[in-house]
């Protein structure tokens, strides 16, 4: 490359500077520059930058300009020249300003940097104990870190199986009618009734399914928790307040959820200071991510609106251990109905640190003053714990894994609140028999629903309800979809009767039930 300088060079100056290049060490690039520059004939533009990029006094014979004088060299460069003649004389001036442009640039690159790098030591703080350049993992393992994270915050699965993370932010998103506000709002509830240390700690806590939720430490005073709750989409909490009420949220439990006024914008000042009074906290939800990013000036389609968002609303929170929930909206095109991403651009899965879910609703959705469902998968899981009690989907890709449904019985037929259930996926099966199977435990369920104390004589009786509804079944089959039932404690079968598991006297779900997966659950009324 530097050959091809040289065979265009006017004499040893030309020469010679091109060998002081090579022995100072420049790359091959600004040596090809360097060629090309003199082959135009702008062996003093060639000059002047190894000039201002000497890294030493030079010791070489050959004359070349002081700093001062390449900074006239540039200036000089850089003059308007008046307007051409001749087209040979613009082909020239082309040239010229080209390379007086590359020189300028080249000469900037180094000066931004050194000023960077001053900008940056002015402004760092010093290294100290408490907050070290390097993290000792030596240390951080003796003192009982390293740990896998385990979810352990919100309403708890038939199982026991928690789905949420503390000092995590999750991501729930699925279109309006599968109640993913109320499913968020049910786990803000179930979190505010489980005390936790008075300090804010949320070290020592390990919650697994069928254990009873004690902290392991007793050293700390256990008080209960407040939980923040911003609607960047309404600006009053009466819709709100009725779904907690439904839900059976005393005045106790209001008086320790505090509903943001986003009539004015929220801020991460203003949303720090809720939080400072609302201590200890233990979980956010932060309700419609595209009108948090408006608030913020920020277009939810860019990559550079997550990064606002979590600065604002998700860093502050998880630092001090609290869960922090985001429910957004999915992406519109009905070709994208199993695409893992929300609404907006890749970074909002992305940069997720804990569990990013969606919601749809089965085939009979929750509504007001019914009994619906929607099922839940979980897209993506940082930690790997949510993913344990999951069953891998693989009909909607390789990364979907059911966590089971969601039910809701509104119809306040025995009680005057709501029901809710979190059932267990099945394990998937492809086999023709079990695809029956799984559907005449539906249409059991569904009949049984409608029978008086949810129950009925024997298996005869059930076959004759079932044909009196128009359903279509196979009678060898009937016995295996009860034992899965049974099983699975979707069903109670005695001596006398067999039932569905609703406590009679009080009319609400005597246990937390009912599983399948996906597409499974549709058709439960």
Same mark, same amino acid.
């Given at each position: 490359?530097?050959?091809?300088?040289?065979?265009?060079?006017?004499?040893?100056?030309?020469?010679?500077? &091109?060998?002081?290049? $090579?022995?100072? #060490?420049?790359?091959?690039? *600004?040596?090809?520059?360097? +060629?090309?520059?003199? @082959?135009? %004939?702008?062996?003093?533009?060639?000059?002047?930058?190894?000039?201002?990029?000497?890294?030493?006094?030079?010791?070489?014979?050959?004359?070349?300009?002081?700093?001062?004088?390449?900074?006239?060299?540039?200036?000089?460069?850089?003059?308007?020249?008046?307007?051409?003649?001749?087209?040979?004389?613009?082909?020239?001036?082309?040239?010229?300003?080209?390379?007086?442009?590359?020189?300028?640039?080249?000469?900037?690159?180094?000066?931004?940097?050194?000023?960077?790098?001053?900008?940056?030591?002015?402004?760092?703080?010093?290294?100290?104990?408490?907050?070290?350049?390097?993290?000792? &993992?030596?240390?951080? $393992?003796?003192? #009982?870190?390293?740990?896998? *994270?385990?979810?352990?915050? +919100?309403?708890?699965? @038939?199982? %026991?199986?928690?789905?949420?993370?503390?000092?995590?932010?999750?991501?729930?998103?699925?279109?309006?009618?599968?109640?993913?506000?109320?499913?968020?709002?049910?786990?803000?509830?179930?979190?505010?009734?489980?005390?936790?240390?008075?300090?804010?700690?949320?070290?020592?806590?390990?919650?697994?399914?069928?254990?009873?939720?004690?902290?392991?430490?007793?050293?700390?005073?256990?008080?209960?928790?407040?939980?923040?709750?911003?609607?960047?989409?309404?600006?009053?909490?009466?819709?709100?307040?009725?779904?907690?009420?439904?839900?059976?949220?005393?005045?106790?439990?209001?008086?320790?959820?505090?509903?943001?006024?986003?009539?004015?914008?929220?801020?991460?000042?203003?949303?720090?200071?809720?939080?400072?009074?609302?201590?200890?906290?233990?979980?956010?939800?932060?309700?419609?991510?595209?009108?948090?990013?408006?608030?913020?000036?920020?277009?939810?389609?860019?990559?550079?609106?997550?990064?606002?968002?979590?600065?604002?609303?998700?860093?502050?929170?998880?630092?001090?251990?609290?869960?922090?929930?985001?429910?957004?909206?999915?992406?519109?095109?009905?070709?994208?109905?199993?695409?893992?991403?929300?609404?907006?651009?890749?970074?909002?899965?992305?940069?997720?640190?804990?569990?990013?879910?969606?919601?749809?609703?089965?085939?009979?959705?929750?509504?007001?003053?019914?009994?619906?469902?929607?099922?839940?998968?979980?897209?993506?899981?940082?930690?790997?714990?949510?993913?344990?009690?999951?069953?891998?989907?693989?009909?909607?890709?390789?990364?979907?894994?059911?966590?089971?449904?969601?039910?809701?019985?509104?119809?306040?037929?025995?009680?005057?609140?709501?029901?809710?259930?979190?059932?267990?996926?099945?394990?998937?099966?492809?086999?023709?028999?079990?695809?029956?199977?799984?559907?005449?435990?539906?249409?059991?369920?569904?009949?049984?629903?409608?029978?008086?104390?949810?129950?009925?004589?024997?298996?005869?009786?059930?076959?004759?309800?079932?044909?009196?509804?128009?359903?279509?079944?196979?009678?060898?089959?009937?016995?295996?979809?009860?034992?899965?039932?049974?099983?699975?404690?979707?069903?109670?079968?005695?001596?006398?009767?067999?039932?569905?598991?609703?406590?009679?006297?009080?009319?609400?779900?005597?246990?937390?039930?009912?599983?399948?997966?996906?597409?499974?659950?549709?058709?439960?009324?």
């Amino acid at each position: 490359m530097v050959t091809h300088g040289l065979e265009y060079a006017n004499g040893a100056a030309d020469r010679a500077i &091109l060998d002081e290049m $090579r022995s100072i #060490g420049f790359d091959d690039n *600004t040596m090809e520059w360097a +060629g090309s520059m003199i @082959e135009f %004939g702008n062996a003093d533009l060639v000059r002047t930058y190894v000039a201002a990029n000497r890294p030493t006094p030079a010791t070489s014979s050959l004359i070349v300009p002081t700093k001062a004088e390449a900074a006239r060299e540039i200036k000089k460069f850089s003059t308007k020249r008046p307007k051409p003649a001749s087209v040979e004389e613009s082909a020239a001036s082309l040239v010229h300003q080209e390379a007086s442009r590359e020189l300028a640039r080249l000469l900037a690159r180094p000066l931004a940097a050194s000023k960077f790098a001053e900008a940056q030591a002015a402004t760092e703080p010093p290294e100290s104990e408490d907050d070290p350049d390097c993290i000792d &993992l030596v240390s951080l $393992r003796k003192n #009982g870190g390293g740990k896998r *994270t385990y979810p352990s915050v +919100g309403a708890q699965r @038939e199982d %026991g199986s928690f789905l949420l993370y503390p000092a995590r932010d999750h991501m729930v998103f699925g279109p309006p009618e599968a109640a993913k506000s109320l499913w968020v709002l049910l786990h803000l509830l179930q979190a505010i009734r489980t005390p936790m240390p008075a300090d804010g700690c949320t070290h020592g806590f390990r919650f697994a399914a069928g254990y009873e939720r004690t902290p392991e430490y007793c050293e700390h005073e256990l008080i209960y928790p407040f939980g923040v709750y911003v609607h960047f989409e309404e600006t009053t909490a009466d819709e709100t307040l009725s779904r907690l009420v439904a839900l059976g949220a005393t005045d106790e439990e209001l008086a320790r959820i505090r509903f943001v006024n986003t009539a004015r914008p929220v801020t991460k000042a203003r949303l720090d200071r809720i939080i400072a009074r609302s201590l200890p906290l233990c979980f956010v939800l932060l309700d419609g991510v595209k009108a948090a990013c408006g608030m913020l000036g920020e277009n939810v389609e860019k990559p550079e609106s997550v990064a606002a968002y979590r600065a604002a609303f998700v860093s502050y929170p998880t630092s001090i251990g609290a869960c922090v929930v985001s429910i957004h909206h999915p992406v519109k095109a009905d070709s994208e109905r199993n695409s893992r991403y929300a609404y907006g651009n890749s970074a909002w899965l992305e940069q997720v640190r804990g569990a990013t879910f969606k919601i749809e609703p089965a085939s009979d959705p929750i509504m007001r003053g019914h009994r619906g469902w929607s099922n839940v998968w979980v897209v993506k899981d940082t930690p790997g714990g949510v993913r344990e009690s999951a069953i891998l989907d693989e009909r909607r890709g390789d990364q979907w894994a059911s966590v089971g449904g969601f039910g809701l019985d509104d119809t306040r037929e025995r009680e005057d609140r709501t029901s809710w259930r979190m059932t267990v996926p099945k394990p998937l099966d492809g086999s023709a028999e079990q695809v029956k199977v799984a559907k005449l435990c539906d249409d059991i369920e569904a009949v049984l629903k409608d029978e008086p104390n949810y129950e009925c004589a024997s298996k005869a009786a059930l076959e004759r309800l079932l044909k009196a509804s128009g359903r279509r079944f196979d009678k060898n089959l009937t016995k295996d979809a009860i034992d899965e039932m049974v099983l699975r404690k979707r069903l109670i079968r005695n001596r006398t009767s067999l039932h569905l598991p609703y406590d009679v006297e009080d009319g609400h779900l005597s246990v937390v039930t009912s599983g399948d997966a996906a597409d499974d659950m549709e058709g439960v009324a």
